[in-house]
């Protein structure tokens, strides 16, 4: 079993940033791939980026490259998001999700284990 814990999430105005935190426990081995998804209001959950163990594959939706960054402290467990250049749209709530590495990663199936989510507000 893996635990994962978000945070850093807020309202935010349009142009500003936030970074999120998602920092795992227990089974951690089974952690190669991490990622965060996101849910809108009224609207599915969908991929936003994933990281690799390693750090050197990293995938992302168009919608946010040149963006949003993902980083990861494997001795701390944690991964991290930074979101810069907020849109009214990026307002959703935010899930961290990892499992064994997928070339699949946009797909929800391929995460073993879900954070609670935390809420991100862009206002305009």
């Known amino acids: 079993q893996v635990q994962l814990v978000e945070s850093g999430g807020g309202l935010v105005q349009a142009g500003g940033s936030l970074r999120l935190s998602c920092a795992a426990s227990g089974r951690t081995s089974s952690s190669d791939l991490m990622a965060w998804f996101r849910q809108a209001p009224g609207k599915e959950r969908g991929f936003v980026i994933a990281i690799s163990w390693s750090g050197r594959r990293i995938y992302y939706v168009d919608s946010v490259k040149g963006r949003f960054t993902i980083s990861r402290d494997n001795a701390k467990n944690t991964v991290y998001l930074q979101m810069n250049s907020l849109k009214p749209e990026d307002t959703a709530v935010y899930y961290c999700?990892?499992?064994?590495?997928?070339?699949?990663?946009?797909?929800?199936?391929?995460?073993?284990?879900w954070g609670q989510g935390t809420q991100v507000t862009v206002s305009s």
């Open positions: 999700a990892t499992g064994p590495y997928n070339s699949d990663y946009r797909n929800e199936g391929t995460y073993d284990y």
